[in-house]
């Protein structure tokens, strides 16, 4: 791997786009290997990911302009896609994924960290989606996920005006669960992601997925998904388990690690 670094701690991981002289921006190799980093991790180990970007000053500036430059309609086309692609993937990752944003978090960048399940950022970031002042739309997911996490008016003007906000807008309009300092960041992505992977793994699973596929559903169907996956979990060891424990009036004993099954 070129560009991504990945880095099994226990029961999480970390993924570091590590592009820093073009500021981590996205270009096709980029994208290939995260793809590919992704289809490796060892999901029996690995409960929670960390996506981040390697340096102080940036996450991901946007997708390569440089390689953008020149593509035909039909090549900008099939970038989209092969963005969207490795995004959705992120996004129907079986597990959570968080994204430790440590600074510049534009178009493709901000795109990525919306694939994510939870965005944490530092005092330094800067989101935005610069899009129509390069003359194109938000190509990642960008005119999609922003407005279902901030709202059509809010997400309308930020990719019309393509106008960046700093941490505490995006904190404010709920783009970001925190802010941190950047010294602080990614011990708080890592206390969450380990805090994520002590729960028992298969309702971690489950919960990620009723909540997806139910967004995109009505409500009688959604109620529906819930169901099916709330009842999945019966039966697992883990809810075997977890139920025994509660039950137990014991004080003494020390709550053992879900085993995934
Ligand atoms: N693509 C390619 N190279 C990029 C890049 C990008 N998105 N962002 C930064 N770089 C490169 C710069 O060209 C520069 O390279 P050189 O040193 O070889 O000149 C290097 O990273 C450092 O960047 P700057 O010198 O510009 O750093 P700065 O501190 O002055 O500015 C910045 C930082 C404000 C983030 C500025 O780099 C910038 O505006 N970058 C582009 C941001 C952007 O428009 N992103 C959206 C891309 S379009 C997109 O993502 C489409 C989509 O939805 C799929």
Known sequence: MEFIVYEQKGAYGIITISREKALNAL??????????????????????????????KSFVAGADIGEMSTLTKAEGE????????????LETFPIPVIAAVNGFALGGGCEISMSCDIRICSDNAVFGQPEVGLGITPGFGGTQ?????????????????????KAD???????????????????????????????APIAVRNCKKAI???????????????????????????????????LDKNKEKVKEPFKNC
């Not at 099939?78 to 993937?89: I, L, Q």
């Not at 904190?171 to 729960?199: D, F, S």
């Open 169 to 199: 807008e995006a904190l404010r309009i709920g783009l970001v669960n925190a802010v941190y300092t950047q010294e602080e960041l990614m011990g708080a992505a890592e206390k969450m992601a380990a805090g994520i992977a002590k729960n």
């Open 145 to 165: 996920r922003l407005a279902r996490l901030v709202g059509a008016g809010m997400a309308k003007q930020m990719i019309y005006t393509a106008r960046n906000i």
């Open 212 to 246: 997806n596929e139910g967004l995109d559903a009505d409500m009688d169907a959604a109620i529906v998904i819930e169901e099916k996956l709330f009842g999945d979990c019966f039966e697992t060891e883990d809810q075997r388990y977890g139920m025994a424990f509660f």
């Open 27 to 56: 270009n096709s190799s980029v994208l290939d290997e995260l793809s590919a980093t992704l289809d490796a991790v060892n999901l029996d180990e690995v409960r929670c990911l960390i996506l981040t970007g390697a340096g102080q």
């Open 78 to 89: 099939a970038f989209g896609k092969k963005g969207n692609d490795v995004f959705r993937k």
